[in-house]
């Protein structure tokens, strides 16, 4: 049949197993690839993944034009269909030819790992002085708002919390929200959202004291002396620190307080703190956070410098794992060298804090030290990951390794034996 008596359907399916899209697919995957990356340098790590790597479709300016491209989503899916339709469902079934349809299937299998990995993986961060427990993770980039319960001794006995998700629509200027819930004796409204406050240099410079007021013409209300200047969001999205107007009601619309939320960091004042029939209520926006099924006990933490400098060369922490507040198993976590365990993956971050005094010793001739300075005391930061699909690359290429070691043996024992054929013809006619 000609091209223009086929079915449509026909047309569309050829198209979407053939080669031309595969070539196109791949090509604008380069491309997407080599913008993505450069613009990490303006737009920052996460904002730059956000627009080219995890979106259907995008803006771009090429010199004054804007443009509409598809995102590294779509083009990974349609990529997903190409290779299903075309290298798996299309292919000539043989058994002459299993190697290539085992190899696309391991390509399929790591694109079908990368679309697992994308929607489930949940990642944080947990920093951890010498001696220290925990059991929790924090995200470096979401933000939430916890509400809770104190008993008499200040511990926390129950707590709601509002995600990330839940305060988006909040990013637009001027957006106003309620939140309630029927075990809170009061409802809260959060308005005036500022994503971050802060400058490069972590200052909190979107408060500005009331004092000020004159030089802050673009501040909001001032509450207790302080109000809400929002400052341009920082590249490393994880150093932003948001900050929110904030009142509170009882049923009845008595104002029970009216206040700033800042994000909690080490400048930050304490939680909002409520009495409201008798129960400590308290109010606070931190970064989202999870519980491990597990905790985690830093034994010992070890940093190696550059000879002559400050600089690190390489740092590995000592831990326990704790179960049920017992002390179980023992781990080196490295650089190279993360810890698995209940498909979570702790791995060797960073350190901190940044800057700090290094430990002097004096190394006498019998190979024993004197203490001069103890120097500062470090931290070890730990990246926790829980991706189901952790491993699934690396099965993966195997999967595709060992079908093109099938299809290259296939090809040097077709070589082989058309050769031998060859060279027995010649003999026969000499």
Known sequence: ????????????????????????????????????????????????????????FLVDNIGPIPVVLPGVYLVSVLLFLNLLLGAIIRARKSWKRPGMLIAHGGILYILFAGFVAFHYTEEGSMILYENDQADEIYNLTDWSIEVARHDQDGKRE?????????????????????????????EFEIYSYARNITNSKGQLTGLPLEKDREKYTDAGEFIDGLAIVPQPESKTREANVPAAYIKVKESSGKLLAHSILVGANPFAPRPLTLEVGGETWSIDLTRSRYSL??????????????????????????????????????????????????????????????????????????????????????????????????????????????????????????????????????????
């Open 1 to 56: 049949m000609s091209g223009a008596s086929k079915p449509l359907w026909l047309r569309i399916y050829n198209f979407l197993s053939g080669y031309t899209l595969a070539v196109i697919l791949l090509s604008i995957l380069l491309v997407l690839t080599y913008l993505g990356t450069m613009a990490q340098v303006e737009m920052g790590l996460y904002d730059a993944s956000e627009k080219y790597f995890e979106s259907f």
């Open 158 to 186: 129950a707590a709601l919390v509002i995600e990330e998700k839940d305060l988006k629509p909040l990013w637009k200027k001027g957006a106003r929200r309620t939140f309630f819930h029927s075990s809170m004796p009061f």
């Open 293 to 430: 099924p597990f905790g985690i006990e830093l034994i010992k933490f070890t940093k190696k410098d550059h000879p002559g400098t400050a600089r690190a060369r390489e740092y590995s922490s000592d831990v326990y794992r704790v179960d049920d507040g017992e002390v179980t198993d023992k781990y080196h976590i490295s650089m190279n060298k993360p810890m698995r365990y209940a498909g979570y993956t702790l791995y060797q971050a960073s350190w901190g804090p940044e800057g700090a005094k290094k430990r002097e010793v004096i190394l006498l001739p019998d190979g024993s030290e004197v203490k001069i300075s103890e120097g500062d005391r470090l931290y070890t930061s730990l990246a926790v990951s829980r991706n189901p699909a952790d491993q699934w690359p690396k099965y993966g290429t195997y999967v595709i390794s060992f079908g093109m070691v099938i299809h290259f043996m296939q090809k040097l024992f077709a070589y082989l034996r058309r050769s031998s054929r060859s060279r027995h013809k010649l003999e026969v006619k000499q």
